[in-house]
């Protein structure tokens, strides 16, 4: 939970603490006109602030805890128990008798956003968890998580004449980076964008020069870099920084996301990243979050 202590260490560490010492002249207090004009930029970064830093924050950590709620209905949710009756299966079976085991849930109104984030997705985490324990090859897995993407293409096929954006047209991509073979988080990620109204584009496995070339060629408002290797962490900050440099958006957001950031949501900020979220349902809010920020920040701009 995002605490009150936490922010007032936040706003003090950012510079923009109203610093009583910068607010005197030599002779002791400095004259209205100046002090009126320091308190307008001080409230015009501390606007700012909050919406690019700590509206995103708070909405990461809502999102992330438990919620008090109206009583479950449980015909309509996923337990734990079906998704790990429901991970095997897609090394067992072909997709359309996947497809079927999914439309018995659809049936009994389980919605498209549920079953992205609370069976699918755990599902090929559950597949990349064998692979990582030597339980499953390679190959294996890679058919499992194909059934699994081959259910998503035809869930979202049926679900696309249902947009639920807010009338605002934001145009995304997501990527996954090279080496990263098993990419299925970005497609869960770039449906559930393409669901909720974005316009969406995705890469898989894409290499430096790709990613560049695509964010310089085209205008988008928010980049979602998917990691699935550790190994990427360490060249990330350099490679949200070549983004930003070539991006034809120079107010493009960045987002990343993956198992080490679920872990630790901090490193976002530390990798040059805009934000973060624990799963697909919240990146969406907290995307739209981000941009609406930006898009304020630039019409105050323009109007001074």
Not at 71 to 86: C, G, K, L, R
Request: hydrophobic fraction near 45%.
């Amino acid at each position: 939970m995002t605490s009150l202590t936490g922010i007032d260490h936040y706003f003090r560490n950012s510079g923009i603490w109203p610093d009583p010492d910068a607010m005197r002249d030599q002779r002791g207090i400095a004259p209205l006109k100046a002090r009126r004009s320091a308190i307008d930029d001080q409230a015009q970064s501390l606007s700012r602030l909050i919406e690019r830093e700590i509206i995103p924050r708070l909405l990461v950590a809502h999102a992330a805890a438990p919620q008090a709620s109206d009583p479950v209905d449980h015909a309509t949710t996923i337990s734990a128990a079906e998704v790990a009756a429901f991970a095997p299966l897609a090394l067992q079976v072909e997709a359309d008798e996947l497809l079927q085991h999914v439309e018995g849930l659809v049936a009994r109104g389980v919605s498209f956003d549920t079953l992205l984030v609370d069976l699918l997705a755990p599902a090929a985490r559950h597949l990349g968890a064998l692979w990582d324990d030597d339980r499953c090859d390679f190959i294996d897995v890679t058919m499992g998580l194909w059934r699994l993407q081959e259910v998503v293409h035809e869930l979202s096929g049926r679900a696309s004449g249902d947009h639920r954006g807010d009338g605002n047209l934001r145009r995304a991509l997501f990527a996954s980076l090279v080496g990263d073979s098993h990419s299925f988080g970005t497609v869960v990620i770039d449906e559930m964008f393409c669901a909720n109204g974005w316009l969406t584009d995705r890469l898989n496995e894409a290499t430096g020069e790709e990613l560049m070339a695509r964010v310089r060629d085209e205008s988008f408002d928010l980049l979602g870099l998917t990691i699935a290797c550790d190994c990427h962490i360490a060249p990330l900050p350099s490679i949200v920084r070549a983004v930003r440099a070539s991006s034809r958006n120079p107010r493009i957001c960045v987002m990343v996301g993956g198992r080490v950031f679920a872990e630790n949501a901090d490193l976002a900020a530390a990798v040059g990243a805009d934000g973060t979220a624990p799963d697909a349902r919240a990146a969406v809010q907290v995307a739209g979050a981000l941009v609406d920020a930006v898009a304020r920040e630039a019409v105050s701009a323009m109007t001074g």
